[in-house]
């Protein structure tokens, strides 16, 4: 997985927590919770929809790296292609 | 009720399994168009159920909509509806002096099995549990997010009454009307328990849940082949206010609520005693100042149950047998049991007959149960009885609560 592939699953399930936003424009490197409306609850989807889909578990006090599809990106590229590779060893 | 202010009924907002709107929902009363429909629910497999078809986006986003509960959606569908029914002005009347009272049944077993279902998937590892389980399960979810969909700062909160629980909305927004604690009251009842698996479950090992064929004549009450109950959801809610108030204001008022009341069996967790539904009949009529004869439409709680029907037929014949101006009519018929709604939704239908003197009927009875039959039922087909001043509304629950709502021509 690529981090460009990153922020696209991460956009993903920004389009199921928030189906109201067009995530089309978005800026790879502003805050997201700047350019469409994020509260508290919705980062928590994100890191529980990141638990789900790709068996990543972000703790608490990483949660500041999911700021912006950037850091997102930068965060969790690490981790999603681990997982990648062990589901493809398993 | 000498003494207090009189409460009138300035706006209806429903969500019907027939109906989304009180003029749809009374066509097809009239029409003996049943609003049930086969279903199908995890684990239980399939069966029927009243099914709401309202836009829910009308009032929602997509995300508010995903974030909440479905009873709480149904509130909002009700509450927007009967606001802009009523022709108010929330900001004039003051947001602040807004009261939001919803009967439920029951709240928080289908947002429970959702999540029990879920971690189900990830062996039974809680940190899969959603962080909106609490809010979605807090007895005043439905309540609460009318206040969140619309502004409402005063108070709100749910009144559980079983399926007494959309009469116990009504009331309890018209004594905090009385009360001066609010200037308005928008209350009634809302039911989301098609999506719980187990409340079919539960009425299937009580031998209750009712079977047919023909999804449609599942839900007949006093009909003589009766087997059970049809679960459904809905909501209904009321804009209360005190007469003044609405004539100040030049609104259109429905009705006044002329009395009402509240007791309890204090005998069995589900069997119900019409002696006491019979104390509760009569207490609410004395309340109104009004005998037996005064009652034009008594609307039935009747759930097509063998046995509940008989007793509650038992005790409506004790106090109206002999009178010869009342019709007695029962809506389960067409839209199946909705629970908390039931009481609230109930009275809309049959509201309408204040201005059109027409009752709509009990459908569904091919064969009438004789240990049903008394004067005054109003069977299959719509009765025209040139005026209707005054309607008996009742709704019973488990655990034994009961509760009659009179409500009058003003």
Redesign the interface.
Known sequence: MTKDEVKEAVKDIIATIAPDEDLAALDHEQLLRDQIELDSMDFLDIVMELRKRYGVQVPEEAYKELGSLHSCAEYLHPMMAEMELKLLNA | MPDLPRIVITGIGLASPNGNDLGEYRRNLLAGVSGVQPYEIRYFGKTVAGICHFEATRYQ???TL??GTRAGSVAIYCANEAVKDAGIDLDVVGRHRVGVYVGTTEHGNVETEEQIYEVSQ?GYDL??W???HNPRTVANNPAGEVTLNMGITGPHYAVGGACAGGNLGIIQGAQMLQLGEVDMAVCGGVSESIHTFGIFASFKAEGALGENSDPTRVSRPFDKSRNGIVVSEGGCLYTLERYEDAVRRGARIYAELAGWHVNSDAADFVLPLPERQQQCMEAALQRSGMGPEDIHIVSTHATSTPLGDIQECGAVRAVFGNSRTTNINNTKSYIGHTMGAAGAIELAGNLPSLLDGVVHPTINVEELDPECDMPGLVLNEPRNVGKVDTILNLSFGMLGINSALVVKRV
């Open positions: 986003s997509r995300k995903r974030r990830y940190s899969y959603s962080h909106h």
